[in-house]
């Protein structure tokens, strides 16, 4: 069974950082893309960044361009998500995930996706 064990969260203020990683475990395929979910209370969830198995390409929500970085170590099965410039919109929980298609992400379609972490709180304050 893919597992997908994620730590990192917590309460930082805003303009501070915080780091994310989610280790996989259980695969039986090479090519996907691996990257977070978040959602905040009364939102969808909405998917803000993955990263290609294969060749590396990332994808990033608008809204954290330029402030959050994803990187993958495929030898570990382990995806990072640096998180600077944290604002309080950012708060959220923030989920792990595993998909062979790109669109699950741009289109945050989380409903389509099959593997899952179990999830870290991450609250900015102002």
């Known amino acids: 069974d893919v597992q997908l064990q994620a730590s990192g969260g917590g309460l930082v203020q805003a303009g501070g950082s915080l780091r994310l990683s989610c280790t996989a475990s259980?695969?039986?395929?090479?090519?996907?893309?691996i990257g977070w979910f978040r959602q905040a209370p009364g939102k969808e969830r909405e998917g803000i960044s993955c990263?290609?198995?294969?060749?590396?390409?990332?994808y990033y929500e608008d809204s954290v361009k330029g402030r959050f970085t994803i990187s993958y170590d495929n030898a570990k099965k382990t995806v990072s998500l640096q998180m600077n410039n944290l604002k309080p919109e950012d708060t959220a929980y923030y989920f792990c995930?595993?998909?062979?298609?790109?669109?699950?992400?741009?289109?945050?379609?989380?409903?389509?996706?099959?593997?899952w972490g179990q999830g870290t709180q991450v609250t900015v304050s102002s």
């Open positions: 259980g695969f039986t395929f090479d090519d996907y893309y």
């Open positions: 995930a595993v998909d062979h298609h790109l669109p699950v992400w741009y289109r945050s379609r989380w409903y389509d996706v099959p593997y």
């Open positions: 990263i290609s198995s294969s060749d590396g390409r990332t």
